[in-house]
Structures are given as structure tokens and as C-alpha cells.
Nanobody, 115 residues
């Protein structure tokens, strides 16, 4: 069973930065494909960024050039560095792991960007 715990959310002014972390336990972390998703108020959950077990990355168009996903297999942790934050980035951010075809989700962390 894979368990995920996000941290690093908070309140930040527009233009600021935050770094989210997602610590994983269970299974073999280096084999996980990891992703960050977000759900804003009144919106559907959407993919923000993903990173494969081989560290290939992909990003939503809305965050390209501002957000960076990375992973540290020694620490069983995936990160999301968020720069140049905008009010529209306000959302609950979730971490997801895909492992042997099954998806596992964290509990989410709130990011609020004030204008």
C-alpha cells in the first residue's frame, strides 16, 4: 500500500514562490510515476505536472516556465517548485502516485495566492 503526504502549501502574494513536497511510503518509490494535480474552487481537478520513473517530465500549458517538478528517490519525495504564482493558481494541490497500474492520492495541501 502506497501512502502519500503533501506539505508546503500556504498563503503567498502574487509573484511569489512556494515549494510543495510529497513524501511517499510503501512500495519502491523509484518505480512510481508521480504527478501533481490541483482543484480550484468550483473547478474540476486538473493535472499540473508529471514525472516518470525515468524522470521525464510534462506540464500543463498554464504552468510551463513557472513550475518545476522533480523527484529525489533517496528521500522518497517528489517536489513541485512554483514560481511567479498567480491568483488563478489558488487551489488544493494533490500528489498522485501510479504504481503497478494503481493510483494513490495524498490528502492535498492548500495553496492560496493573493493579488
Amino acid at each position: 500500500q502506497v501512502q502519500l503526504v503533501e506539505s508546503g502549501g500556504g498563503l503567498v502574494q502574487a509573484g511569489g514562490s512556494l515549494r510543495l513536497s510529497c513524501a511517499a511510503s510503501g512500495g519502491i518509490f523509484s518505480l512510481y510515476a508521480m504527478g501533481w494535480y490541483r482543484q480550484g474552487p468550483g473547478k474540476q481537478r486538473e493535472s499540473v505536472a508529471g514525472i516518470t520513473s525515468g524522470s521525464s517530465t510534462n506540464y500543463a500549458d498554464s504552468v510551463k516556465g513557472r513550475f518545476t517538478i522533480s523527484r529525489d528517490n533517496a528521500k522518497n519525495t517528489v517536489y513541485l517548485q512554483m514560481n511567479s504564482l498567480k491568483p488563478e493558481d489558488t487551489a488544493v494541490y494533490y500528489c498522485k502516485a501510479r504504481y503497478w497500474g494503481d493510483d494513490y492520492w495524498g490528502q492535498g495541501t492548500q495553496v492560496t495566492v493573493s493579488s
